[in-house]
């Protein structure tokens, strides 16, 4: 039998807080073509390098000061958790590796152990519920590099992104549950932003997104590369599961970058909108992480309950990403199992 493992990537974190480590891991991070896909070379460098890193450096390291934990970044510790719970699940048969895009462990010293490690069949799955050239693809097309220079014989299947899947949806339903049993007003869907000109670009008929009327809920191709189609997507699945109606629920785009337009409506700007309607109680949920990170736990947990509440809310909970907790082991236990089971036939 060919030894098989799977491959858990999620987007990374600095070494440390220190500025250094941040800058460092910002300059990968911001440097990745796919990330910040214009001005191309050297302007891009230059724009990373020379004007964002140095002026975002420091700040982002007090950002990962509020988070940082004893076991180091929060996303880090859970998705070591993750590999381990994964891997006690599936046994000493299927090993289970874990890297990050950017930082450590990086991709290219995983694969490498991979390839010493004898493995011949890979499960490649990336931790993002949501298609995105800055995060599912440049993960895949990462570890795609690797393996061509370090195991060119390995067989790699990739996990498709699982927005809509129908047991990621039921592992959602059941860490939000008891969260929504709790009076509240509004059920907050606050989504990782991308600029909306990537939305264009991924599609390949440049006559859908964001172009056609209402292009979410219009059915088209576009959607299997629309990272905002398979945000909402999400959301209508697991409202239904959950029976939330549509007057309790909203979509917000977070984390954007000033000089262009980004999806909306802007998380930021909907924490401080929402109180002014009559909404005091708020439930916000992270559905585009699969692990709890700086974007939630600094970002929303932290600065949006201020926003939130400054603005005259009363109540403010974060309801916890998926992370550790044993449905989505069972989720990426169960995924894991139907590729292991196809392979065998």
Avoid at 135 to 155: D, F, G, I, N
Avoid at 168 to 189: C, E
Avoid at 237 to 266: C, H, K, M, N
Wanted: hydrophobic share 40%.
């Amino acid at each position: 039998m060919p030894k098989r493992a799977v491959l858990l990537v999620n987007l990374g974190s600095p070494d440390s807080t220190a500025p250094a480590d941040v800058g460092r891991y910002l300059r990968e991070f911001l440097g990745d073509e796919r990330v910040i896909d214009r001005p191309g070379e050297p302007f891009r460098s230059i724009l990373v390098n020379g004007i964002i890193v140095p002026f975002r450096a420091k700040k982002s390291a007090h950002a990962y000061e509020q988070v940082w934990t004893k076991e180091g970044s929060p996303l880090l510790s859970i998705s070591r958790r993750v590999r381990d719970g994964l891997a006690a699940k599936l046994g000493a048969q299927t090993p289970v590796y874990l890297a990050m895009r950017y930082g450590n462990p990086s991709i290219a010293s995983v694969v490498g152990k991979i390839a010493a490690d004898g493995v011949e069949e890979l499960l490649l799955f990336p931790q993002y519920p949501h298609y995105a050239m800055s995060s599912w693809e440049t993960v895949v097309v990462r570890v795609m590099e690797e393996v061509a220079a370090q195991a060119p014989r390995l067989k790699v299947t990739t996990v498709q992104p699982f927005y809509a899947d129908a047991d990621y949806i039921a592992a959602l339903h059941t860490v939000a549950a008891p969260y929504l049993a709790q009076p509240h007003d509004h059920l907050l869907f606050s989504y990782h932003g991308l600029p909306a000109r990537h939305m264009r670009k991924g599609d390949s008929s440049h006559a859908h997104c964001l172009t056609v009327p209402d292009c979410c809920n219009t059915c088209s191709p576009a959607h299997a590369t629309c990272y905002r189609a398979q945000c909402y997507a999400t959301t209508r699945e697991l409202t239904a599961r959950a029976g939330i109606p549509a007057d309790r629920y909203s979509v917000s785009f977070q984390s954007r970058l000033a000089g262009e337009p980004w999806l909306e409506p802007y998380t930021d700007q909907e924490l401080e909108r929402l109180p002014k309607v009559g909404i005091k109680r708020l439930l916000v949920i992270c559905a585009a992480f699969t692990a709890d990170c700086l974007e939630t736990l600094e970002e929303i947990q932290q600065e949006g309950r201020e926003s939130f509440l400054g603005a005259g809310g009363e109540s403010f909970t974060q309801i916890p990403c998926l992370n550790d907790h044993p449905v989505f082991l069972d989720f990426l236990a169960k995924r894991t199992e139907r590729w292991l089971t196809a392979a065998r036939v």
